[in-house]
């Protein structure tokens, strides 16, 4: 009794491998899809988190803060920021018994591509993003370099706010204006915005403070797997 046996032919292999080949790389996509969404996810709940975390230090440190050696006419007293002109490099808030300095996105990008870098640093050469200062005396905003005044710190005086991470954020903006309200009350209406320092380029139609985030940055993976993204956040404290 003869049997038939027939097996695939070249075409229907073909065809095989042709339908796997597409199955691949439709979950090749959809799984870079998702790794996407999900890390532009991760960095906005981590920007709206150490948000509200600054402005709750904020918050504490100007509520119980002593403005008597502040005019009201004075801005320099309480902000500073360096150069006048251009982007941003670096600034400081001075809340009376302490003050706030960083350095913007801005500088730690240029820092990192190591092109003349406007970067501030400790007198140990110790890099920071933003720190908080006992400076009863007001000495960071008084002085007419704020270079000058942070290379005279120490690195355990300082209190890090936002430290370099796989994911550094930085500030790109901050305004302080200064409110008197009813009965002379002093009130602070405080500005920022936050920022990741991937993918972030400057002077942009239609951005937040001059920064937004580049082409294809805000919806894929970029080259380190970092998605880029920044909000403003916006507060008002009596002092």
Known sequence: ????????????????????????RTIAIATVHITAVYQKGMTIKNINSIGRDLIDDFKR???AS???????????????????????????????????????GHAIKQDRERKDSSRLVLNDNTPFILI????SENKICSSN?????????????????????????ALYDF????????????????EFVLGTIDGIITNEEGSISGVNCE???????????????INKFNFAVRA
């Open 1 to 24: 009794m003869s049997r038939n046996r027939r097996g695939f032919t070249l075409v229907e292999l073909s065809l095989a491998i042709v339908f796997i080949a597409i199955l691949l």
């Open 61 to 63: 440190t100007i509520s």
């Open 66 to 104: 002593q403005w008597g050696q502040c005019e009201e006419s004075e801005e320099r007293c309480w902000l500073k920021e360096e150069p006048a002109s251009g982007a941003k490099m670096h600034g400081a808030f001075c809340a009376g018994n302490y003050s706030y300095v960083w350095n913007t």
């Open 132 to 135: 908080k200062i006992l400076d």
């Open 145 to 169: 370099s704020l270079e000058q005044a942070v290379a005279g710190i120490n690195a355990n005086d300082v209190t890090f706010l936002l430290e370099d991470s796989s994911q550094t954020l």
């Open 175 to 190: 305004t302080a204006n200064r409110i008197t309200g009813a009965n002379n009350r002093l009130f602070y209406d405080v």
């Open 215 to 229: 082409a294809g940055a805000s919806d894929s993976l970029s080259k380190d797997s970092t998605y880029c993204a």
